[in-house]
């Protein structure tokens, strides 16, 4: 199984700040990943797939990058409704074995 | 837009069986996957399993392979999950959400108890 690994588990930032989110997968997934957005009491929602396409709807403020195992996300300049826990998820495996990270929560300062 | 409405709530004894349904409105229901995703209280997301219509059986996460099964009636638009043996650590909130690798519309979330 492909073990998804986030940090940091907690951020605070400002508004109007960046915010950076990084996920680390324990082998190569190439660039079949997602990142969700999950604000409590919600579902999650889909914010980035191929570790960089946003999904639709979604504000330019946020980007996906990296490929292999290393990724983040960006947001770059924060908002307070961006508020919530952030998950990445791999979906390379065949059979599917799809993995989520633990989470980042992050927090307005 | 596709709409993903789940039953409600429910109340389970250890051992039993719970099943968990989804209904979607909204698109061509037949040419889209549903999978479905558990969150434990204050836990992460756990991928359960799906069905992907162009393989037009389940697949399912190898943890829960023997305990669950998740059907699909395309004359409804619903998509059941069915998980069996229940013990404590199943109490979890089960979201269907469509997508078979990736999930894009989700469902509201149905709490599932677990309890003696």
């Known amino acids: 199984e492909i073990m998804m690994t986030q940090s940091p588990a907690i951020l605070s930032v400002s508004p109007g700040e960046r915010a950076t989110l990084s996920c680390r997968a324990s082998?190569?997934?190439?660039?079949?990943l997602a990142w969700y957005q999950q604000k409590p009491g919600q579902a999650p929602r889909l914010l980035i797939y191929?570790?960089?396409t946003r999904a639709t709807n979604i504000p330019a403020r946020f980007s996906g990058s990296g490929s292999g195992t290393e990724f983040t996300l960006t947001i770059s300049s924060l908002q307070s409704e961006d508020f919530g826990v952030y998950y990445c998820?791999?979906?390379?495996?065949?059979?599917?074995?799809?993995?989520f990270g633990q989470g980042t929560k992050l927090e307005i300062k | 837009q596709v709409q993903l409405v789940q039953s409600g709530a429910e109340v389970k004894k250890f051992g039993s069986s719970v099943k968990v349904s989804c209904k979607a409105s909204?698109?061509?229901?037949?040419?889209?996957?549903i999978s479905w995703v558990r969150q434990a209280p204050g836990q992460g997301l756990e991928w359960m399993g799906g069905?992907?219509?162009?393989?037009?059986?389940?697949i399912y996460a190898q943890k829960f392979q023997g305990r669950v099964t998740i059907t699909t009636d395309e004359s409804t638009n619903t998509t059941n999950m069915k998980l069996s043996s229940l013990r404590s650590e199943d109490t979890a909130v089960y979201y269907c959400?469509?997508?078979?690798?990736?999930?894009?519309?989700w469902g509201q979330g149905t709490l599932v108890t677990v309890s003696s």
């Open positions: 959400a469509r997508g078979g690798d990736l999930f894009d519309s």
């Open positions: 069905f992907i219509p162009i393989f037009g059986t389940p």
């Open positions: 191929g570790a960089s």
């Open positions: 998820q791999q979906y390379t495996n065949w059979p599917p074995r799809y993995t």
């Open positions: 909204g698109g061509a229901f037949s040419s889209y996957a």
């Open positions: 082998q190569s997934i190439s660039s079949n």
